[in-house]
Structures are given as structure tokens and as C-alpha cells.
């Protein structure tokens, strides 16, 4: 290994430790804890050297959203990939990992990231997530710009169960109807 691919390696392993430490301080007292003094404090390097990796607080948290994608993805093709049918077990992997993740899910849909959707630019870890709900609703056999319309109203329709849920405001008894009343809807749409 050169001197150069160990400094590289290094480098990414600075950035990856300032990811895993925002996302902790979050799990642990939520977004505004996560500041880049806290950051610096708890991985024992200095303010200057976050800086290195990320413009701000904002780089830091669209860069553990845009990795909360790639495990939503991950996510989403073991539910999908494992139950008959393939559509309601990727809607429980959507909301398990919801309920499972609370402030790497706020990091990815609640707080404004810098991260492109829907647009070519788009990260690969955003593009892999709604590719998985694609690959479910393909069976539907309808065309291909039905089906991306449809996965938005998916993507929709299971981030309103997370919201709703997450503030009691719907009735915790009757979460698998849900589901499955959203599952059988999907399935109903017209091609």
C-alpha cells in the first residue's frame, strides 16, 4: 500500500467515524445536539479537521441521509425479496425500518437535505430505494411510467403510516390492516 492509498483510507475513515458519530448523537438527543463542537469533542479531532470532510452541519447530515438510503434500499429488497408477493413485505420493511431508525429517517425525509430526487443527479443510494419499490410493483405489468408514478404514491403512502404512527395519530391495533389495506389497494390499481 502506497503512502497515498493509506492517507486516502484514512481520510475515508475520518469521514466515516464523523457520519457514525453525528448519527448516534442523534439516536441519542436528536439533530440539535449534533453540532460540529460536539461532533469534535466526541471523536476527539478538531473543528478544523470536520471541516476537511464537510462544508457544515447540513453536509454532515445529507451525507448520513443519503447513507440511511442505501440501508433503506437494503432494507426494502430483504422485505420484498422474502415474502409472497413480494409488495407487503418491502410496506413492512419500509415501516419497520422507519420505526427502527427514528432520527436516521427524520435525517431522511423530515429535515431539508441537500440531495437531489427524482433527477438524474440523483444519488445511487436514493435511486436503489425507489428502485426496490419498481421491482415490487413490476409484476403489475403496467407500463414503465405508470409504475414510477405509482412507486411515488407507495413511497407516499408508507412515509403517511411512519408520520401518523410516529405521532399517535392513528390506532396502534390496527397497524397489519393498514398494511395490508394499502398492500391490496397498490395491487388494485389500475394499469
Not at 60 to 71: H, P, R, S, T
Not at 97 to 109: G, I, R
Request: with cysteine; aromatic share 6%.
Amino acid at each position: 500500500m502506497t503512502v497515498q492509498q493509506r492517507r486516502q483510507r484514512e481520510r475515508e475513515n475520518r469521514r466515516q467515524l464523523i457520519l457514525t458519530t453525528a448519527r448516534n448523537l442523534a439516536e441519542k438527543s436528536g439533530w440539535d445536539s449534533v453540532t460540529t463542537r460536539a461532533l469534535a469533542d466526541t471523536i476527539e479531532y478538531s473543528q478544523p479537521v470536520l471541516y476537511q470532510h464537510f462544508r457544515n452541519k447540513d453536509a454532515i447530515v445529507a451525507a448520513v441521509a443519503q447513507q440511511g438510503f442505501g440501508e433503506l434500499a437494503e432494507a426494502l429488497h430483504r422485505g420484498r425479496t422474502t415474502t409472497p408477493g413480494g409488495l407487503r413485505g418491502l410496506i413492512e420493511a419500509y415501516v419497520s425500518f422507519a420505526a427502527e431508525n427514528p432520527k436516521l429517517y427524520e435525517a431522511m425525509f423530515v429535515i431539508p437535505v441537500d440531495l437531489d430526487f427524482g433527477v438524474e443527479e440523483s444519488p445511487d443510494e436514493l435511486v436503489a430505494a425507489f428502485g426496490e419499490i419498481i421491482a415490487a410493483l413490476e409484476p403489475l405489468g403496467a407500463p414503465r411510467d405508470r409504475i414510477d408514478t405509482v412507486a411515488e404514491v407507495v413511497w407516499s403512502a408508507c412515509d403517511g403510516l411512519v408520520t401518523l404512527e410516529r405521532s399517535g395519530r392513528l390506532r396502534p391495533a390496527y397497524h397489519a390492516e393498514r398494511i395490508e389495506l394499502l398492500t391490496q389497494q397498490i395491487l388494485a390499481t389500475p394499469k
